[in-house]
């Protein structure tokens, strides 16, 4: 419980979290707001088009459950892995961490209560922000666009639901490659590389990025949280998300291993 | 009480602490004393649990650091004024760490008073000067009310003011029964401060002793004595077995004798009847006999000063 509430004190008594969570909050609400413009905008034209006799040359954009709340799970999720991970390599940077671990030589119980208070802060907020990013995608959208963007069948709530889970274990991943690390550059580097660009590289790999693909660690992640990916997996959903938490608790692991073995 | 027993730490191939023993006790404040690179540093992050020793043990009141039960109310130690985030308040940094070992709120303004810091509690702490960050830290390490006190270097870049400050606050901490361990590579800020030393070279022990036994025994002390009767003096002493040299250092014919007192030269020119102008006992500089001892174990010899000097350069 101390150490819960010394990393509370912390995490709170610098801007940098303050700063993260409104970018957090401005993107997932704002995107899912593009998002329903954008819609919004092509079923008008697509209905022009028709209107003027017409056969449109491209289908209407409708976003899914998932589109609308692409600003939270992703680019929402990438600033709380930023914000989990300058927690450690900050501490790192400025030699806190020695001060740390002279108050709380249990080193583990540092990280654990670093991941589970900013994991739990995240998928609060990331929960009530895929709620937000629901209404406002579906209000701008309009009843013909936002057709698809209804609370009904299991897709569309894991869609929701999913988002504080998969950010939670985010967190945790971050905190875990931070520690791993330990400054930040590198560890915001990988963080947001992994997900947005190296596994999209095995796109290029033809048949063998087509057998490794449903492996990867992110893709699995938004399999679980309903986005189309292309890729032909193994599992269902729940299979992908029990694959994304084993791939997070071992890089943490990892991290808690290390940490523990060499000198602060 | 602080024991350190066959404490050793190898980087690589560089053995940085190697097979140390001491204790350090309480109700006085013993000086950790060694040059830059001796390995003070290292043996105190190893007392504290945050580096692992490649063999030996560090106990505080018996039990090694790590199985300390809330360690800041044992242990309070100041290893880097600099190791606050320059982005969080001095009263913040404070009430983590108060927060961490389950210590009263109350506390942290307890301290903060008590290095004089309340007025700026509320300020960044990357924005402190050097001597308020000491103050800082002073107060971190007071924050538990611990019975034993590390200090590494405290007194590096402070103006003679916080110098004098930090040691009476040392001393006054070691009176009040706690077991103070201060580290310096400053023989003479050490005679000041402490009671005891432990002096350290490449990581070995050199000794463990009191500050004046340590002084009198490595420095050297001699007799300066001018007489009309120079040569008369110089037969009579050399006759009573002692070793003299002439020192004209200063444009006047003079005596130097080596490891004698001037009760013993004073007495020999006595009963001789030989008059004398000057009679003084000479005491070599702390740092001379500081690095007298530890000269074969810096780490860092400045060879390439006396190549510049005849103009390597």
Redesign the interface.
């Known amino acids: 419980m ?2 819960l ?6 995490i709170t ?4 979290p303050w700063w993260c969570t409104v970018i957090i909050i401005v993107l997932g609400l704002g995107l899912a707001a593009v998002i329903g413009l954008s819609a919004k905008a092509s079923i008008n034209s697509f209905n022009n088009q028709i209107a003027d006799g017409k056969q449109p040359d491209f289908d209407p954009f409708l976003p899914q459950m998932s589109d609308a709340v692409g600003g939270v799970s992703g680019f929402g999720v990438l600033v709380l892995m930023i914000l989990a991970a300058l927690a450690v390599t ?2 790192y940077r ?3 961490i ?9 080193r583990a119980s540092v990280l654990i209560a670093k991941a589970g208070l900013i994991g739990a802060f995240g998928a609060v907020l990331t929960f009530v922000l895929t709620f937000g990013a629901y209404a406002i995608a579906k209000a701008t959208a309009g009843d013909e666009a936002g057709a698809a963007l209804t609370l009904s069948g299991d897709d569309a709530w894991r869609s929701i639901y999913g988002v504080p889970i998969y950010a939670f274990l985010c967190v945790v991943l971050a905190v875990g490659v931070g520690t791993l690390l330990r400054q930040s550059a590198g560890a915001i580097a990988l963080l947001l590389l992994w997900p947005l660009l190296i596994e999209s590289l095995f796109n290029l790999f033809g048949s063998f990025g087509e057998k490794i693909m449903p492996f990867l660690p992110f893709l699995n992640a938004n399999n679980f949280l309903g986005a189309p990916q292309g890729v032909e997996f193994h599992w269902g959903p729940w299979g992908s998300l029990v694959y994304f938490a084993v791939f997070v608790f071992v890089i943490f692991g990892a991290g808690l291993v290390v940490v523990n ?4 | 009480m602080i024991e350190v027993r066959g404490l050793s730490k190898t980087f690589g191939a560089t053995k940085a602490v190697d097979n140390l023993t001491f204790n350090v006790k309480p109700g006085m404040v013993t000086g950790f004393l060694g040059p830059n690179g001796a390995g003070k540093s290292t043996t105190m992050r190893m007392i504290l649990g945050l580096d692992r020793p490649t063999a030996g043990t560090a106990l505080i009141d018996g039990k090694p650091y790590g199985d300390l039960v809330q360690p800041l109310r044992t242990v309070g130690a100041l290893l880097d004024a600099k190791w606050v985030h320059p982005n969080r308040s001095a009263r913040a940094h404070l009430q983590w760490m108060a927060a961490s070992n389950s210590l009263p709120k109350s506390r942290v303004d307890e301290v903060l008073h008590l290095v004089g810091l309340t007025e700026v509690a509320g300020k960044k702490a990357g924005g402190f000067s050097l001597g308020m960050s000491q103050r800082l830290g002073l107060a971190a390490t007071l924050l538990g009310d611990p019975k034993v006190l590390l200090f590494d270097e405290p007194v590096n870049g402070l103006d003679p003011e916080g110098i004098v400050w930090i040691r009476k606050f040392m001393q006054r901490l070691a009176a009040e029964g706690r077991t103070v361990l201060v580290s310096s590579h400053l023989l003479s800020e050490m005679a000041l401060t402490a009671e005891h030393l432990v002096v350290i070279g490449r990581g070995r022990l050199i000794a463990d002793t009191t500050v004046s036994e340590f002084v009198s025994k490595s420095s050297e002390s001699t007799v300066r004595v001018r007489s009309p009767q120079l040569d008369a003096l110089r037969s009579a002493l050399t006759s009573n077995g002692l070793t003299v040299r002439e020192d004209g250092s200063d444009g006047q014919q003079a005596l130097v004798v080596v490891d004698s007192s001037t009760d013993v030269v004073g007495g020999i020119a006595g009963s001789q009847g030989i008059v004398l102008h000057e009679l003084a006992s000479q005491r070599g500089s702390l740092e001379d006999a500081f690095m007298k001892l530890t000269g074969d174990d810096v780490q860092y010899h400045a060879e390439g000063v006396e190549d510049v000097m005849r103009g390597a350069l």
Not at chain 1, 5 to 10: F, G, M, S, W, Y
């Open positions: 101390a150490v509430n010394a990393e509370r004190i912390k008594s610098t801007r940098s900050s501490e400025f030699g806190v020695r001060t740390t671990f002279q108050a709380i030589p249990n073995k060499r000198d602060a």
